[in-house]
């Protein structure tokens, strides 16, 4: 049991780390080259434009390890495509295709196979051509609207992730995994 406590801690405590993308005084921009799983689609909400390639899926696959989003994924799922989609996506633990998540507000943009990366750089090329004191002050009134809707949803969601890993049906799916 104490080597899965410090397994616990160990995955909170990098969300912790990893949530500083969000807090990025520029834009943060997800190339996406393949399929996203888990604590990945989780990272891409953190992320303030995603690109995807056509044959590129984003999957949000919890449930069927027992568990619960641990770094605020339930939370910017969410914010990103609502309560309802939120509730379906992860509880089905679905792929979900590039062009559906332009359309749910999970992506920007759907690009041609091999072409993320270079899309990425030139969007990060036509930001640069705004004054960095317009971009910066936006992303910061993006980011000042979100602790006052949050309220405590982002710690509540790991302490939720805390119940659930070493569940039993947690300790099931890694045993389903491992054979």
Avoid: Y
């Amino acid at each position: 049991l104490p080597a899965v406590r410090r397994g616990v801690d160990h995955v909170i405590a990098l969300g912790r780390r990893v949530m500083a993308i969000e807090e990025v005084a520029v834009p943060v921009i997800a190339a996406v080259a393949g399929d996203v799983f888990g604590g990945g689609a989780e990272l891409l909400t953190l992320c303030d434009m995603v690109l995807m390639e056509a044959h590129a899926t984003q999957r949000f696959v919890h449930s069927k390890m027992g568990l619960v989003p641990a770094w605020g994924g339930t939370t910017r799922l969410c914010e990103r495509v609502g309560d309802l989609r939120a509730a379906a996506l992860l509880m089905s633990a679905e792929p979900i295709a590039a062009e559906r998540a332009v359309a749910l507000g999970l992506a920007n943009e759907v690009v041609p196979e091999g072409a993320a990366l270079t899309r990425a750089l030139d969007v990060v090329s036509e930001l640069s051509q705004q004054p960095r004191s317009a971009i910066t002050p936006i992303k910061a009134s993006l980011l000042a609207r979100r602790p006052a809707r949050r309220g405590t949803a982002l710690t509540d969601e790991a302490e939720v992730f805390r119940g659930a890993w070493g569940s039993p049906a947690n300790l099931a799916a890694l045993a389903r995994v491992t054979k």
